[in-house]
């Protein structure tokens, strides 16, 4: 059982560049979700789903875009990177709620945008 | 939507002192409250978590507290140690969509020898 994994652990891009983080989960958890930190500003959320075949937006999601085709996976994909998108980038998992549940967070991703 | 509000954003405690962390929430339909520790260069890690039809949790040396009716919930920690040096974070959900979390925006403990 390994939880959630994110791929790459770092990357470097050049503005205007594209790529996608993934993710992924082996928990059978219905809910997903990418947040992206930021020195003082906490977690915000870029985008979730609450099962396959379903996306909304979160709090911050221009620029990015998301697909989930399968349970596990949740990829993130940067249209065209700029330097305001340098962040640390984390992917969480959850069952759906009977009351909530506390997520479950992939290692991170840190993005820096030249 | 949900917003949450977390003071202090930084706390300095001696080994052995306690240390309190305050969150306050705006959506009185908000029924799940989670706590997250985050060491250096780390992920988060759910820590505690607390529903709203329960007062206290206790768990060893740290416990959460909610207050309903004042819409805040603080995490204690007693008898600090060098290791609970981190980042913490609290989270509530927003109405109708308990797993889509707000957090706060983190207090940075520093435990001093």
């Known amino acids: 059982n390994a939880g959630v994994t994110q791929t790459p652990k770092f990357q470097v891009l050049k503005t205007g560049q594209s790529m996608t983080l993934q993710c992924a989960q082996d928990?059978?958890?219905?809910?997903m979700s990418w947040y992206r930190q930021d020195p003082g500003m906490g977690l915000r959320l870029i985008h979730y789903?609450?099962?396959?075949?379903?996306?909304d937006q979160g709090e911050v999601p221009n620029g990015y875009n998301v697909s989930r085709s399968t349970t596990e996976d949740f990829p993130l994909r940067l249209l065209s990177a700029a330097p305001s998108q340098t962040s640390v980038y984390f992917c969480?998992?959850?069952?759906?709620?009977?009351?909530?549940?506390?997520?479950?967070f992939g290692s991170g991703t840190r993005l820096t945008v030249v | 939507g949900e917003n949450v509000e977390q003071h202090p954003s930084t706390l300095s405690v001696q080994e052995g002192d306690s240390a309190v962390i305050k969150c306050t929430y705006s959506?009185?339909?908000?029924?799940?409250f989670p706590w997250y520790k985050q060491e250096l260069g780390k992920r988060p890690q759910l820590i505690i978590d607390?529903?709203?039809?329960?007062g206290e949790k206790k768990d060893q040396r740290i416990a959460v507290t909610l207050n309903k009716t004042a819409k805040h919930f603080s995490l204690h920690i007693t008898e600090t140690q060098p290791e609970d040096s981190a980042v913490y974070f609290c989270?509530?959900?927003?109405?109708?969509?308990?797993?889509?979390?707000?957090f706060g925006t983190g207090t940075r403990l520093q435990v001093t020898l």
């Open positions: 789903s609450v099962g396959a075949g379903i996306t």
């Open positions: 607390i529903r709203s039809n329960v």
């Open positions: 989270a509530a959900p927003l109405t109708g969509t308990a797993s889509k979390l707000t």
């Open positions: 959506d009185s339909a908000s029924n799940y």
């Open positions: 928990m059978n958890h219905e809910y």
């Open positions: 969480a998992s959850s069952y759906l709620p009977r009351g909530g549940h506390g997520y479950t």
